[in-house]
Structure formats: structure tokens, C-alpha cells
């Protein structure tokens, strides 16, 4: 069983409390490890450490090429011990080992294009009246709390920590309570790799206490969270004590628009993953399928078919294609959203049940599930459920299809699936969301900006939009002619 400390000021310790949370495989209910339970005081002084070193400059002033040097080294460490990551990833979170590797790769390579980033050419300057020179340099935030979910232990870590250490800033981390495996991990490898001791600081615990204590202090001038709706509202509220910069990644409930005139089987196939991939436990999840009228049926018919032969099992197994939800308290709650759906009237295809036999007993497994049959006020339609159940509506039109896409609180992603390539542009560029695609779902890039409209978030993750989320913009103007004003006579 893995013992999890916090990691402050350099040093790996237990909660003041000496408290533990049991951390359990979600495929099997077994207890893998005991994390110490942070609190309100264990946040205060890993605060307290972030700030000094921040001020001491020992980490913000070092150069760009000193900085990136340090994060180059992480990536590569990163990939050397791929194996065991990606293996803890599957115990910790559920996910299948395929997924797993992929984001241990996705990881290393974000901490090689923010190394990268930072020492390409940086700032302005303006052509100005003499005699000033005017110009704009980046400098770091300064003390940032990073809040991370559960859906992606390591990856989010990463796409947060990354970008934040780059700028030069000092950081309080704080992973999902549910999965803080990995996180624990890659702060052991940010000490192996020699970052200054009070840079990275590791506290666990409660969004309660040590995301509440995070988002209340002074001393922190950046949140960035990644989560639900509900709780970046209270971080909001939170944050405005000391008007902190705030980056909030928040829910979803995205359309995935499928035309008549679209290939179908990869229109199908695209619309399995972009639901079911990641137990559909992921933020920009495909999770409202519309499909034009004429080929309504046949979609169904043919998605249910292929949903009800999704391989579900432990994430250790090869074969293995669909995990388990991450906890048995989401799992509860998926199972009432399905509940809540059939009560509502919407017709179920498939799935609507916990999974159990062949060893998936003790696990937290709910079956592929399709509603259809549905109308835009059902709550199945409207909430964002994060599981692997999906709504499937027809549309008649173009502006119907635009006006269901759109009937949302969201705005984090979305899709189109047609063969017209003025079609599939026209609608994608209606549709009020982020990240969208064109005949795909899913595929995300380093390089790309990350997040979405109206209730869906504020601010943008990855990318250089993500490094100047972690950025202040200061304005320098220099007088090139050093002599009086002459503005007073006397």
C-alpha cells in the first residue's frame, strides 16, 4: 500500500492532523494507498512557503533557459518511468492502461512545449512620439493555487503546473481527493529533478478546507481550477477578497451534430468515443448526440448496437475498452441521473444498469447507456451527468440543428459531422463553444488553446493562451531624452 505525503518547502510530511483517507481502485474497491488529509492550516503554511520564495525571487528570476531546462528534464523523467505511471494511473483513476499511456505522453510532451515556449521571443515594443520607447514585458503572477479534478489525475496536473512554473511563478497544488496517485508522483520527480525547495508545493484534502482555505488567502494572487460549475462559482466568490486572477475550466453538456450527408460509420464510430471514452467522464464529452431526420433511425439503431458491445471491465485487463466511474458515490449518482431520465419519459436503448459478474462485483461499472425519445427540458438533456450515458435527438434542419446545439448553459465543445465542407464550417463557426471539430471528437493538442463560453469557464488553458493565463503584462515606457518638462513655469 502506498503511503502519499504532502511535499512543502522541500520536505515530505504528513497533515498536521496526522489524518489519512483511504484511496481505493475503483474496479475493485480495494484500499491502494493512504493520503494525508491536509486541512486549513496545512494549506496556510504551504501558502506562506510559496509566497516567501516567490518574493526571495530565487525561482522567478532565474532566466527562461535556467527554467526550461528544469522543465525539459521532467519530461524526461516522465517517460522514463511510464510504465509504473501509467499503471498507477489505472489503479488510481480506472482508466484503461491505453488511455493512461497516452496521457503519461501527453504530459511529458506538455512540459517539453512550455520549456520550449518560454524561450522564443517574448513582449513589444511601439513606435511611440520621442522622445519615449514604449514596451510590454510578461513577468509571473506570483503565488498560484491549482485545483485539479479526478477525471485526469496526472495530465491536468500537468496542464496547470507546467505552464505556471514556465512563467516563474511559485505554486499550492492541490489534487483531486479521490485520485491523488500520480500527482504525488510527479512532485517526486519535480524534486528529483532539483527545482528549488518552497516552488512546488503538494497539499491534499478537501475542496472544504484546502481548496476553500486556496481560494480565500491574500497571499495567493492566481486560482486555477478545473471542475464543476458549482463549485467555480464558490471560487469566484471566494477569489474576490483580494480581486485574484481567476482561470476556471468548468462543465459541459456538448452537441455532437451529425448530418445526413456524413460518412456514417466514422460518424457513428467518432460519436461512440466521444462519449464513452473516459467512462464519459470528461468535461467536453460528446454527450448530446443530434442527428438529422433522415438517418435518425439508422443511427440509433446502429450506435446502440455497437454501444451494447463496448468491452467493459478493470483498466488492467488488455482487452478492456470502457473502465469503471471513478468512485461509488459517482457511480450512485450516475445511476440517479438514469433513473431521473427514465422518470422524465425518455426512452431507454441500452445499458441504464450497474455492471456487475466476471469479476466486475466489487467495482463501480454502469453499462453504455442511450436515451432517445427525449425534449430539451429533461434534466438528462440539460445537466452534465459525467458518465457514460448520452441523449440522441433529431433535427430537421441547418438552424435547427444550430438552435439545439445551442439550447445550453454550456459552451465548452461541440462537433459537426458532414461531407459539405461549407456546411460543416457555417455550423461550426454558430455553434457557442471552444474547442470544436470537423468529422471528429476529441483530439486535443498542447499547442491549442482549452476552454469554452458562457457557463463553461473563464480564461484559456494550453497554448501560448495558456501561459499568458499565468502571466502579468507590464507596460515600460522610457525616456530616451532625460531633461524637465517644462509643463510648470515656475
Known amino acids: 500500500m ?15 492532523t496526522k489524518e489519512k483517507r483511504d484511496i481505493l481502485n475503483p474496479a475493485t474497491g480495494e484500499i491502494i494507498a493512504q493520503a494525508a488529509e491536509g486541512n486549513a492550516q496545512d494549506a496556510r503554511l504551504a501558502i506562506a512557503v510559496a509566497r516567501t520564495t516567490f518574493d526571495s525571487g530565487v525561482w522567478s528570476e532565474l532566466s527562461a533557459v535556467e527554467r526550461a531546462s528544469y522543465l525539459f528534464k521532467i519530461a524526461d523523467h516522465l517517460e522514463e518511468r511510464q510504465e509504473e505511471l501509467k499503471l498507477l494511473e489505472t489503479m488510481d483513476n480506472g482508466k484503461p492502461h491505453r488511455e493512461a499511456g497516452f496521457d503519461v505522453s501527453d504530459a511529458a510532451a506538455c512540459f517539453r512545449y512550455y520549456a520550449g515556449l518560454i524561450t522564443k521571443p517574448d513582449g513589444q515594443t511601439y513606435a511611440v512620439p520621442g522622445p519615449m520607447q514604449s514596451m510590454v514585458i ?9 485545483i485539479v479534478p479526478w477525471n485526469y489525475p496526472l495530465l491536468m496536473s500537468v496542464w496547470k503546473i507546467a505552464p505556471a ?19 504525488v508522483k510527479l512532485f517526486e520527480i519535480i524534486e528529483e529533478v532539483g527545482i528549488p525547495k518552497g516552488v512546488a508545493n503538494l497539499v491534499m484534502g478537501s475542496g472544504a478546507t484546502v481548496g476553500q482555505e486556496i481560494s480565500t488567502s491574500h497571499l495567493v494572487d492566481k486560482i486555477s481550477f478545473t471542475g464543476g460549475t458549482k463549485t467555480g462559482r464558490e471560487i469566484m466568490k471566494a477569489a474576490a477578497g483580494n480581486i485574484k486572477n481567476i482561470s476556471l475550466e468548468l462543465g459541459g453538456k456538448s452537441p455532437n451534430v451529425i448530418f445526413a450527408d456524413a460518412d456514417f460509420e466514422t460518424a457513428v464510430d467518432y460519436a461512440l468515443f466521444g462519449i464513452f471514452c473516459g467512462t464519459g467522464q470528461v468535461c467536453a464529452a460528446g454527450s448530446r448526440i443530434l442527428v438529422e431526420e433522415s438517418i435518425y433511425e439508422a443511427f440509433l439503431t446502429r450506435f446502440a448496437e455497437r454501444a451494447e458491445n463496448i468491452r467493459v471491465g478493470s483498466g488492467d485487463d488488455p482487452r478492456t475498452e470502457m473502465g469503471p466511474l471513478v468512485s461509488k458515490a459517482h457511480m450512485e449518482k450516475v445511476l440517479d441521473y438514469i433513473e431521473i431520465g427514465k422518470r422524465e419519459g425518455a426512452r431507454l436503448v441500452c445499458g441504464g444498469y450497474r455492471m456487475t459478474g466476471n469479476g466486475l462485483d466489487q467495482g463501480y461499472f454502469v453499462a453504455p447507456t442511450v436515451f432517445t425519445d427525449v425534449t430539451s427540458d429533461m434534466r438528462i438533456v440539460r445537466e452534465e451527468i459525467f458518465g457514460p450515458v448520452v441523449t440522441i435527438q433529431s433535427f430537421k434542419n441547418e438552424q435547427d440543428a444550430i438552435a439545439l446545439a445551442n439550447d445550453t448553459v454550456y459552451g465548452l465543445a461541440g462537433a459537426v459531422f458532414t461531407t459539405d465542407g461549407a456546411k460543416a464550417l457555417r455550423v461550426i463557426k454558430k455553434i457557442r463553444a471552444g474547442i470544436t471539430w470537423i468529422n471528429a471528437y476529441h483530439p486535443t493538442f498542447n499547442e491549442a488553446p482549452w476552454g469554452g463560453y458562457k457557463q463553461s469557464g473563464i480564461g484559456r488553458g494550453l497554448g501560448t493562451h495558456g501561459l499568458e493565463e499565468f502571466q502579468e503584462v507590464k507596460q515600460i515606457n522610457i525616456n530616451l531624452q532625460v531633461e524637465p518638462t517644462g509643463w510648470f513655469e515656475n
Open 165 to 183: 512554473l514556465a512563467a516563474g511563478n511559485t505554486i499550492v497544488f492541490k489534487p483531486s481527493e479521490v485520485t491523488p496517485v500520480t500527482s
Open 138 to 146: 510578461h513577468e509571473p503572477v506570483g503565488v498560484c493555487g491549482l
Open 2 to 16: 502506498l503511503d502519499l505525503k504532502m511535499y512543502i518547502d522541500g520536505e515530505w510530511r504528513d497533515s498536521l
